[in-house]
């Protein structure tokens, strides 16, 4: 017989054409949906391996040789192997998800193996293999192979369970043991987590059924969140309600990301020392994935909070200081922290006529008042009298209309905002938020209502800068003249300075 003709009669003996259309549909369809890559690499096997054992058998039938007959069962069952494999491909990479209905990969892994077996069976039936026979005088190594595969029966079992119950589901993060991470699939044998770490590891499933599974971040009828402590400690100098309120309004405050709205922040105090307390902020993690940096930001509004109340983290009772702290070090200390604050003054436009006394005795009285990234340095509609001076870092400005808020400004250090406020009284106009770490001083009004009185023609100066500051923009955005912005600012001047002078009670 002819090499081609046998190859032929063997290739539909053996269904080759159907297995390599469904292959080729598969492929082919494969190409607009996702693909499970290694299925039809399980697939790509075992057609290679049918057409291998196809072009072996047809050769040696060619040439009337015993060995096509030894050749032409296995050649079948891989032939079948593939065809069962070209299906789940197209059903479960293709049609399904076309579909929009994604079967856990353990039901696939389930019934492809359940198919195989039912192909190879029907393919030994088919060649003549007594099965009945094959079964019964096998009991024993069937009992003996069940009782050596118990483990891997019971890790199919586990999974199936999993799946059934959907106690548990891919994207859930849980804690077995030691290991915390996501869940991103349940095979057959196991289920894989990834960790924080980049780590995958592979938890059988009769651990995950036989064990204590804590799913984080779970509560029926609400959204996924985990509850995170972040703890620090303040000496007993101060007391145990202001340390609360001034950490907890700064939390509360602050726009931070992955830190939930609702449930809001709490701070607790959790112990007593001797010398000092043990507090503990309490906020709700929205992203369960970033918890040591989301940590990282609550700490720093807390140490921010901290500085801007005046307000110092504990040290252990036990720390030594060698340095003598005499009063020329003072000095020269509160003497630094004089010219840094003076520097800043002169570099911002609003204290240009100040004189040097003048800004050295504003220095004196400045507050230093740092921010993390994401507080609210102030707020629209706020009465508070103070003006900001930033001496370094990022801010944004925003404003409300009650419905939406819109970024309007970014502001960079060296600079100064909330002048309206500390120098006519008015609410506050915009909300400002830290955008970076934010070395910043606050002036109150009692500082610049001294300035004032010695110099009253401090406020003339004052409005008639406010006035060119507030008409130079105006004056951008609507394309006046310079006549016509002159004659705005004029009046704007007039109108800040009767302002100033109601409020500073000027005569």
Not at 310 to 325: C, K, R
């Amino acid at each position: 017989m002819h090499f081609f003709e046998s190859l032929w009669n063997e290739a539909t003996r053996s269904f080759t054409p159907w297995v390599l259309l469904l292959a080729a549909v598969a492929f082919v369809l494969a190409k607009w949906v996702a693909v499970d890559k290694p299925r039809f690499k399980a697939m790509f096997f075992f057609i290679a391996a049918h057409l291998i054992g196809l072009v072996a058998t047809a050769a040696f039938a060619s040439v009337d040789s015993n060995l096509a007959e030894l050749l032409r069962t296995p050649t079948w069952i891989l032939g079948a192997a593939g065809l069962v494999g070209s299906s789940a491909a197209l059903l479960f990479s293709v049609i399904l998800p076309r579909m929009r209905l994604h079967t856990p990969l353990i039901v696939q892994d389930v019934v492809v193996a359940i198919a195989m077996v039912g192909a190879t069976f029907g393919v030994l039936s088919r060649a003549g293999v007594n099965l009945s026979g094959l079964i019964a005088t096998s009991a024993v190594f069937t009992a003996m192979l069940g009782f050596s595969l118990q483990d891997v029966i019971g890790n199919i079992a586990g999974g199936l369970a999993l799946q059934v119950d959907n106690s548990i589901e891919t994207g859930d993060w849980i804690k077995v043991g030691d290991v915390t991470g996501r869940v991103v699939e349940i095979r057959w044998r196991h289920t894989a987590v990834e960790t924080r770490n980049w780590e995958t590891v592979l938890i059988p499933n009769t651990v995950m059924t036989k064990s204590n599974v804590i799913i984080l971040g779970r509560r029926r009828g609400q959204p996924a969140m985990q509850r995170r402590w972040v703890y620090f400690n303040v000496d007993w100098r101060f007391q145990p309600g202001d340390v609360i309120n001034v950490v907890q309004n700064a939390v509360r405050g602050a726009q931070l990301e992955r830190v939930a709205r609702e449930p809001v922040p709490n701070v607790v105090l959790m112990d007593m020392t001797d010398t000092f307390g043990k507090y503990a902020v309490r906020y709700w993690l929205t992203d369960l994935a970033v918890d040591d940096p989301t940590d990282s930001s609550v700490r720093a509004c807390v140490y921010f909070a901290l500085q801007r109340a005046d307000m110092t983290l504990a040290m252990p009772a036990h720390a030594l200081f060698v340095t003598e702290e005499t009063v020329d070090r003072k000095a020269i200390k509160t003497e630094k922290q004089v010219a840094r604050r003076r520097a800043l003054l002169t570099s911002l436009d609003l204290f240009a006529d100040l004189s040097e006394a003048e800004r050295t005795d504003l220095a004196r009285t400045m507050k230093y008042a740092p921010f993390a990234r994401g507080e609210v340095m102030t707020r629209q509609g706020a009465d508070a009298h103070w003006l900001y001076l930033m001496e370094d870092g990022e801010a944004v400005v925003r404003v409300s209309d009650g419905i939406n808020e819109r970024e309007v400004a970014q502001l960079k250090g060296p600079c100064f905002f909330g002048e309206m406020s500390v120098l006519t009284g008015e609410p506050r106009s915009a909300t400002v938020i830290a955008d970076s770490e934010v070395e910043c001083f606050r002036l109150d009004k009692a500082a610049v209502q001294r300035v004032i009185d010695a110099r009253p023609e401090l406020a003339e100066q004052l409005a008639k800068l406010l006035a060119d500051r507030k008409v130079g923009l105006q004056a951008a955005k609507e394309g006046l003249s310079a006549d016509a912005a002159r004659e705005r600012a004029a009046k704007e001047a007039n109108a800040l300075l009767k302002r100033i002078r109601a409020f500073f009670a000027l005569t």
